[in-house]
């Protein structure tokens, strides 16, 4: 019955086309083809029970929010969202961005390059401070920082762009 | 004993509305601060009065002392009870209330003072005979002695900081080359977390045991303590799970341990609820003392639901002069009890926190269940505060009782719009490790399952059906595509379902 395939934001699947360490996205796992039996409780809301493949019946809540579906299953919760343009191009092969995000909402407290500086992967980038944790930020790889996109003091939202990140050119 | 008439709590979050539940069934009037971002706060809905702190930062609301105790004498309070982080344990905060007339519900500053250093305290351990972890003289930005002090240590080795607790400020260092970088970043988060950028070294012990024991004394001195709790499943050394009793202590240890809590506290010249903490070596049996708590503790209810006692409550009478009418003898635990702490954050992506609007939160119910949230349905959750959401405790008549219903509660709570913990502590609840009772501080560090993305895909694929139908009934139709309908513009969820499947 569906026509286009909704993509699972949340949690990370098994490995298929991470867009970043923050926002990985992937094709909804198939559900080989069979429909599932969704049975709703409430008259006004999507929740129920709904039977499982291997035959289990298990409670489920669906939320809309926006362009996203949340739905609560049987303790875990997953995020959905229509296909987007650089999700798409993802999946196509095209090559990665080299925008290096922020792991988490918060706000900078260091910024440790400057453009044009090389890096090395592994290397400190940029310190998020987010729930009073410093959550330190890596050179995902080798490369020469193109742009920094964020200053100290800044507030940054997850999977908001810290610094651009180019290959290293020459040598 | 007359108590209070009225108590201000300047707090935030679950401990807010924890301690304004008790203050309020002890018939006393109470007043909450809150800072803009809270202003739909739970706490800020129960307490009879609510003042604006107006501003975000914690540095501008819940940490600003000056703003905090001006509301509580305008407003007539008589106490003030900080419950736990933010001025809990700022000997500062505790001086000016009292200087302000108002009674601080807690140790009093010098005895904050001396347990917030970590050095001092130690001294104190080891005066009262209790068993202490070697560790280093205090550093600070800009000194470099560090090297010296970490020659005499040995690696791995501990960066703690010299104030507060909950592993703010708190790395493991493996390599010396590792030791200033460590340093440098523990005393930045201890700064912004506490106020104090000062960090020690101390030695690290792997495979240890996180077992602490409360205490109660009145300022007669009299000093009991209300048994242990089990506090080693953690990440970033901040507890996770919790329990008593203790699955690793036998009546010999336990005896042992809690005389060496109560002669620290004595030593320490406590008064009102303080916690012990302690290492203690699974291998060997041997126990440390490492800090001890001038505050009420995150994980104080499984405490109060084995021996049916309120700590707030108490902390409250032995604030307004009231001695503990009770005896050692009479603290006689009944059955186990289990808490999970709810924190938004991602358990699939290192425990990075997460923000975002609860769409839904839908706690479960039942006998021995207990939730003691911050938050409701709705609520946006941001990056201001800390990430923990809520604790459910529950209480069985023995470990695998509670366990069973930890379980079911967990499994029945649903969770949407905010990434939480939840699945993590499902899997954590039923793993062998945790199940055996024999598991230490590394337990999530080495149980890489815990943590990794559910490889199964007969959920997800399920909850990818459902998404596709709900998206279809509801967006399709008012929506097409960008300019996401509101929830209210939504038509019924039953369209686009089959006619076989409606209830």
Not at chain 2, 105 to 118: A, C, F, M, V
Request: proline letters at 6%; charged letters at 20%; a negative charge.
């Amino acid at each position: 019955m569906t026509t286009r395939r909704l993509q699972q934001l949340h949690p990370p699947g098994s490995g298929e086309g991470n867009l970043s360490p923050s926002a990985e996205m992937i094709e909804a796992p198939a559900s080989d083809g069979a429909e599932i039996e969704v049975k709703l409780s409430s008259p006004s809301r999507w929740e129920g029970s709904v039977q499982l493949h291997d035959g289990r019946t298990v409670p489920f809540l669906a939320h809309r929010y926006g362009q996203q579906v949340h739905v609560w299953i049987s303790g875990e919760s997953y995020v959905f969202s229509p296909p987007t343009p650089i999700a798409r191009a993802r999946r196509s092969g095209q090559q990665a961005s080299d925008d290096i995000v922020s792991p988490v909402p918060g706000v900078v407290i260091t910024v440790h390059v400057a453009a044009d500086d090389t890096v090395t992967a592994g290397q400190d980038l940029v310190i998020v401070e987010s729930m009073k944790t410093e959550q330190i930020v890596k050179s995902p790889r080798d490369g020469v920082v193109q742009r920094v996109s964020v200053e100290e003091g800044d507030r940054v939202d997850k999977g908001m762009r810290l610094v651009v990140l180019v290959p290293e050119v020459g040598e | 004993m007359i108590l209070f008439s009225k108590v201000l709590v300047a707090n935030r979050g679950e401990i807010a509305v924890r301690v304004l539940q008790t203050l309020q069934a002890m018939g006393i009037a109470t007043a909450a601060i809150y800072a803009d971002p809270d202003d739909n706060a739970p706490h800020v809905a129960l307490a009879d009065e609510a003042f604006a702190l107006e501003g975000s930062a914690a540095e501008e609301t819940y940490l600003d002392r000056r703003k905090i105790i001006a509301l509580a004498v305008q407003c007539g309070a008589e106490a003030v009870h900080p419950g736990y982080g933010f001025l809990a344990e700022n000997p500062a905060f505790s001086k000016e209330c009292v200087e302000s007339g108002l009674v601080f519900i807690g140790p009093s500053p010098e005895t904050i003072e001396l347990l917030g250093d970590k050095i001092r305290s130690k001294d104190a351990a080891v005066q009262a005979g209790v068993p202490v972890v070697p560790s280093s003289p205090m550093w600070a930005p800009g000194e470099s002695q560090a090297d010296d002090m970490s020659a005499e240590i040995g690696f791995p080795l501990l960066v703690k900081a010299a104030a507060g607790g909950g592993g703010r400020g708190m790395r493991v260092v493996e390599r010396v080359q590792d030791l200033y970088p460590a340093l440098e970043s523990a005393s930045r988060e201890a700064a912004s977390a506490f106020g104090d950028g000062r960090v020690f070294l101390e030695q690290y012990i792997p495979a240890a045991r996180h077992v602490e024991f409360q205490v109660l004394a009145d300022s007669s001195g009299n000093t009991i303590h209300l048994l242990e709790r089990e506090c080693s499943v953690q990440r970033r050394y901040q507890k996770v799970i919790e329990e008593t009793p203790s699955p690793a202590l036998d009546q010999s240890l336990r005896n042992k341990m809690a005389a060496s809590a109560v002669a620290m506290a004595k030593s320490a010249g406590y008064t009102n609820a303080g916690t012990v903490e302690f290492l203690v070596d699974a291998q060997t049996g041997d126990y440390y003392f490492l800090e001890m708590n001038a505050r009420i503790q995150v994980e104080h209810p499984v405490t109060e639901e084995t021996l049916k006692l309120d700590m707030v409550e108490w902390q409250t009478r032995i604030a307004s002069g009231e001695l503990i009418d009770f005896s050692q003898d009479d603290i006689q635990p009944q059955g186990h009890a289990l808490e999970c702490r709810i924190y938004a954050e991602d358990p699939y992506d290192n425990f990075a926190p997460a923000t975002g609007q609860l769409l839904a939160w839908r706690p479960p119910s039942g006998m021995g269940i207990r939730l003691d949230s911050g938050v409701a349905e709705g609520q946006e959750i941001t990056a201001y505060y800390d990430s923990m959401l809520a604790k459910l405790i529950v209480w069985g008549t023995d470990r695998q009782a509670s366990i069973g219903r930890m379980l079911r509660a967990l499994e029945s709570f649903p969770v949407l719009g905010v990434t939480t913990n939840l699945p993590f502590l499902i899997r954590a609840i039923n793993h062998p490790e945790f199940q055996s009772g024999d598991y230490d501080t590394g337990f999530i560090g080495k149980n890489q399952e815990l943590t990794s993305p559910p490889e199964s895909a007969i959920l997800s694929g399920a909850a990818a059906q459902i998404a596709e139908r709900f998206w279809q009934s509801a967006g399709r139709a008012s929506g097409k595509g960008r300019g996401a309908a509101t929830l209210q513009d939504m038509p019924g969820p039953w369209q686009g379902l089959p006619k076989s499947t409606l209830p």
